[in-house]
C-alpha cells in the first residue's frame, strides 16, 4: 500500500503533463528545417478581370507571399491548395490580390506546382465579394462520392465571408457564395466571419466529411469557435444560444498561446475518443504566454464529444506548433506566425500544413498512433 502511495504523485504529473492525452493527433516535428512552398516571382497569370488601375497585363499571381495551405491526400499523393498574393496593391497585409495555387507531392515534402491559379476572382457572380482583395486561406474535405469541398475567405477589401466551393479534380471549381448566406432568415447575410473547418473522419488515408446526429458540422471562426450545420455540406446554418446568438465553443485563456483569440485551424477530425480540433491561437501582448511573442501565432489542440460537437472536454497540455524557425519568425507578419490549415494522413503519418510568418508554406509531421 506504501508503495502504491508513493506512486499517486508520479501519476498526477504524468497527468498534468500530457502524458495521458492520447486523443491529441500526435507530437509534431520538423522533417526539414525550410519551407516546402515560396514564393515564385517568375511565374504568370492572365487574369480575367483586366483592372488597369489595378495591373496592366499578366500579374505575378506568387511573387509576394505563399502560405495559409489546405492538403488533400488524392491518388496516392498529397495535394496542397494554398494562398498566393500577388505584386499588386500596396505593400501592407491584406492589400494584394490573393489567389489559390496547387502542388502535388509523393512524399509530402516536396512539391511541384502547377504554373497558374486554380481558384481565383474572375468575372461571376462573386466578383463583388473576391475583388480586388481576392479569395483566401482555404480548408478542404472530401464527401462520400468523392467530391471535394472548399470553405475559403471571399474578401473584397472591405468585408469578408467564408465562401464555399466544390470540385471533382481540384482543377475545376463551382462556386456558392457565402456558407451563411439567407440563413436564419437571412440574419447572417451581412456578419463579417472567416475560418471554416468541416468536422471529418479518416477512412484510409481520406478525410472524408462526418456526419453527426445526421447532419454535417463546421467549427468557424476568429475571435471565438462557433458552430455550424448543414444538410448537404453547401449551405450552412449557424448553432444559436438560445438567445439568438451563435454559440461559442472556445473562447481565449489568459496565460495561454490563445490568450488573444482562438480562430479554427485545418479540418477537425472525428475519432473514438471525440472530436480532435487543431486550432490557432493568437498571443495577447500583455495577458499571453509569456515563452511567445506578442501576437505571435501558435497551434493547440482541444477536444470535443463525439456526439456533441459543443461539449469540450479538455485542451491539450501544450501547444501543438509554435514559431521557432527563423522562416516561421520573419516575413510578412513581423510577430510570427505557425497557422495551421492543412491536415492528411499520409504514409502512416500526419502531415500538419501551416503558413510561416503569412509568407512561405511549412510541413511537421507526426506517426500514427
Known amino acids: 500500500m506504501n508503495r502504491l502511495l508513493h506512486l499517486v504523485p508520479f501519476l498526477l504529473l504524468c497527468a498534468a503533463s500530457g502524458l495521458a492525452q492520447q486523443w491529441t493527433i500526435g ?27 489595378i495591373h496592366d497585363g499578366p500579374v505575378h499571381w ?32 491584406g492589400l494584394h490580390t490573393s489567389r489559390l495555387g496547387l502542388a502535388q507531392s509523393d512524399d509530402g515534402l516536396h512539391f511541384t506546382r502547377l504554373p497558374e491559379p486554380v481558384f481565383y476572382p ?13 479569395v483566401e486561406d482555404p480548408r478542404i474535405v472530401e464527401s462520400d462520392d468523392g467530391t ?15 465562401g464555399i466551393a466544390t470540385s471533382k479534380d481540384l482543377l475545376h471549381w463551382t462556386k456558392y457564395g457565402p456558407a451563411f448566406l439567407g440563413a436564419a432568415g437571412g440574419k447572417y447575410d451581412h456578419l463579417q466571419y472567416k475560418s471554416g473547418g468541416i468536422v471529418t473522419h479518416l477512412a484510409g488515408d481520406r478525410l472524408l466529411a462526418a456526419k453527426i446526429n445526421g447532419q454535417y458540422w463546421m467549427y468557424w471562426g476568429e475571435g471565438a469557435l462557433h458552430l455550424a450545420t448543414s444538410p448537404d455540406l453547401i449551405h450552412w446554418t449557424p448553432v444559436e444560444t438560445p438567445a439568438g446568438a451563435p454559440l461559442e465553443v472556445l473562447t481565449r485563456r489568459p496565460g495561454h498561446f490563445d490568450s488573444g483569440f482562438p480562430e479554427v485551424g485545418p479540418p477537425p477530425v472525428l475519432t473514438s475518443v471525440g472530436i480532435v480540433v487543431l486550432y490557432n491561437g493568437k498571443n ?30 479538455e485542451h491539450q497540455a501544450q501547444t501543438a506548433l509554435k514559431p521557432e524557425m527563423p522562416y516561421e519568425k520573419t516575413g510578412q507578419y513581423v510577430a510570427g506566425t505557425t497557422f495551421a490549415e492543412g491536415l492528411v494522413h499520409f504514409h502512416h503519418k500526419w502531415f500538419l500544413y501551416y503558413g510561416c510568418a503569412d509568407s512561405a508554406v511549412g510541413v511537421v509531421t507526426a506517426p500514427e498512433k
Open 27 to 53: 507530437l509534431f516535428t520538423r522533417p526539414v528545417n525550410a519551407p516546402v512552398i515560396i514564393p515564385d516571382k517568375a511565374t504568370l497569370f492572365s487574369d480575367p478581370i483586366q483592372d488597369p488601375a
Open 284 to 313: 495577447d501582448p500583455a495577458t499571453g504566454d509569456p515563452t511567445l511573442g506578442a501576437n505571435a501565432y501558435a497551434a493547440g489542440e482541444a477536444l470535443f464529444k463525439a456526439d456533441n460537437p459543443a461539449a469540450f472536454i
Open 122 to 134: 474572375a468575372e461571376d457572380a462573386q466578383k463583388s465579394r473576391e475583388w480586388p482583395g481576392g
Open 62 to 93: 506568387e511573387a509576394l507571399h505563399t502560405f495559409n495551405p489546405a492538403a488533400v491526400v488524392r491518388n496516392g499523393k498529397v495535394f496542397v491548395l494554398y494562398r498566393a498574393e500577388d505584386d499588386t496593391g500596396r505593400m501592407q497585409i
Open 148 to 162: 471535394y469541398v472548399l470553405t475559403y475567405t471571399q474578401w473584397n477589401r472591405i468585408t469578408y465571408s467564408i
